[in-house]
């Protein structure tokens, strides 16, 4: 049997896409190398609990936003529940309610880091505004080719253009500009905003993107009943529904190119043919698996070019519900000290809803904890002493989380594990543990990012390194997107 698209990775971006092109009606096969659909947006079961594999935050469902575009269009129906506020920081042990309502928000900016911030978060909110009434509607972005540059210029307001100027300079330099520079704690804030939605700090994310992640949290936030993993099967029942097949289990080795078909070749030895490719894997992944040289060469020089990556360290943990049932689902928590030998800046926690009765059977609440990792090559050592960091940093993060949380106590914790870079190879199979997408960085402009369309014309791929890069929203455009360019 020929499919009509093979996708290879279950993960959001494979899913977006997958939905789409079941939905006219093509023969969709999907390739997922674990035993369950979502990557990076998943849920796992660990001792009976549910924790989260990677993403906590989910937004994306308002007007113009590619979750709500997906919902419409597919007739899903998410297990989900809005939540306001969406995130605590917390800087010198102090929280900062990240409100939903802007007006609020720059309220609580002023109140706590002083100065006249209205006209920063203004002009950030009205960039963010844009880029969500454009995401969709321009459908062959990145621009690869005249006809694409036509697009975009007829379907585009030119006066929407001027903004596009903010992603010459960056977030600092807007911020100087306007002499917001001076307070080394909202400096320090924007920077740990900006690392856990552009993977880079104000020096080096342009305003045009970093005015869209700062205002991450002004849109509807949800939570998924059940972990994550409850939004991703509305996904994979609808391609179920819909004629496609997910076959789990089965890791890609390699894809070849012979009779003018796709050869899909997983390491249980099957082959499967299609006339179309999507890849939802990592960049970094690709010259591994891709064996057609015009292709593989493609890939290399997209990594060679993208040589930074993060990873994280996360922990898992379990504590009986002795929390306050008002308290924000997510944190960040900003150290006055980084993380010894990851030497990251903030935490961030997430908890289970206090009313979701699936991950929180037994009167506990589920708690997931990540920070960054970087150089996490270094963890694939064969002389690194990862059991030893791995419990070093474990403790360090159940520490940091007591002394910043009142109501957390290490006697009320019922079961904890922790995670590496080394897991996120194991359980996602990116390569070298890479998380979280390509690093913004000043030298990379939304044109510039990498687009689905490759050196051959039926072989796509979409994914968090792909544009428009990182979380579940992005990674769910992108597969909108990758699906515009099928013909
Ligand atoms: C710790 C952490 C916290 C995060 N927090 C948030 C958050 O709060 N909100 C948010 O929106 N985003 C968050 N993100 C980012 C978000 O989770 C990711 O950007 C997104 O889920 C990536 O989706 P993807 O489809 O690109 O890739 P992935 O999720 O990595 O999916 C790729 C899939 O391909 C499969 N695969 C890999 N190799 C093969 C192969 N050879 N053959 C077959 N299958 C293969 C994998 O098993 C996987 O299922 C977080 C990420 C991390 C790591």
Redesign the pocket.
């Known amino acids: 049997m020929v499919y009509d698209v093979i996708i ?9 896409a997958g939905s789409l092109l079941a939905k006219q009606g093509k023969k969709v096969l999907i ?4 035993k ?7 849920s796992f079961i660990r001792k009976g609990y549910i924790f ?9 469902f308002d007007e113009k936003q590619p979750l709500h575009f997906l919902q419409k269009e597919l007739g899903l129906k998410f297990p989900i529940t809005p939540i306001d506020p969406a995130m605590t920081v917390w800087q010198h042990k102090k929280p900062i309610i990240r409100y939903k309502s802007i007006d609020e928000w720059i309220k609580e900016a002023e109140k706590t880091f002083g100065g006249n911030q209205r006209k920063f978060w203004k002009l950030c909110y009205k960039i963010s505004e844009l880029v969500w009434k454009v995401a969709l509607k321009n459908k062959y972005f990145p621009p690869q080719n005249l006809s694409d540059w036509w697009h975009l210029i007829t379907h585009n307001n030119p006066l929407d253009a001027f903004l596009l100027r903010y992603s010459f300079v960056s977030v600092r330099d807007t911020l100087k500009k306007m002499k917001l520079d001076t307070n080394p704690d909202f400096i320090r804030f924007i920077d740990e905003q900006l690392m ?1 939605t552009a993977q880079n700090t104000s020096e080096h994310v342009n305003m045009f993107i970093g005015a869209a992640m700062l205002c991450y949290t002004n849109y509807t936030n949800y939570y998924a009943w059940g972990g994550l993993i409850s939004f991703v099967t509305a996904f994979t029942n609808y391609i179920e529904q819909h004629q496609g097949s997910i076959l789990y289990g ?4 390699s894809i070849t190119f012979e009779n003018n078909l796709y050869h899909v070749h ?2 249980k030895g099957e082959v499967y043919q299609s006339n179309q490719i999507i890849t ?3 960049v970094w ?1 690709l010259p ?2 891709v064996d057609i040289p015009e292709l593989n060469a493609q890939f290399t020089k997209n990594t060679e070019k993208r040589k930074s990556y993060w ?2 360290f ?1 922990t898992g943990i379990v504590i009986q519900d002795v929390l306050p049932k008002d308290i924000t689902l ?1 944190h960040q928590i900003i150290l006055d000290e980084p993380v010894p030998f990851l030497n990251s800046h903030s935490i ?1 926690v ?1 908890i289970s809803h206090p009313e979701d009765k699936i991950r929180n059977a037994g009167g506990v609440r589920v708690i ?1 904890i ?1 920070t960054h990792a970087p150089n996490p090559e270094i963890w694939f050592e064969p002389d690194f002493d990862i059991k030893q960091k791995k419990k070093e940093l474990h403790e360090y993060l159940i520490n940091a989380l007591s002394e910043n949380f009142s109501f957390f106590k290490r006697e009320h914790i019922v079961y904890t594990h922790a995670s590496t870079p080394r897991t ?1 190879q194991k ?4 390569k070298n543990g890479n ?3 390509v690093p913004q960085t000043m030298g990379i402009k939304p044109w510039q990012m990498i687009s689905p369309v490759t050196a051959h014309k039926n072989f796509f791929i ?5 544009y428009p ?7 769910a455009l ?2 909108i997107l990758t699906v515009y360019r099928m013909k």
């Open positions: 290879v990775g279950a993960g959001m971006g494979g899913l977006s390739l997922e190398a674990a369950v659909a979502g990557g990076c947006s998943s989260e594999s990677g993403a906590t935050t989910l937004m994306g856990i089965s890791r890609v080795k997983t390491e939802n894997l990592p992944n591994d698996i990873s994280a996360s997510h961030f997430s997931n990540s996120w359980w996602v199979y990116r998380v979280g997408g979409c994914g968090d390194t792909v890069g990182q979380g579940v929203a992005g990674v992108g597969g």
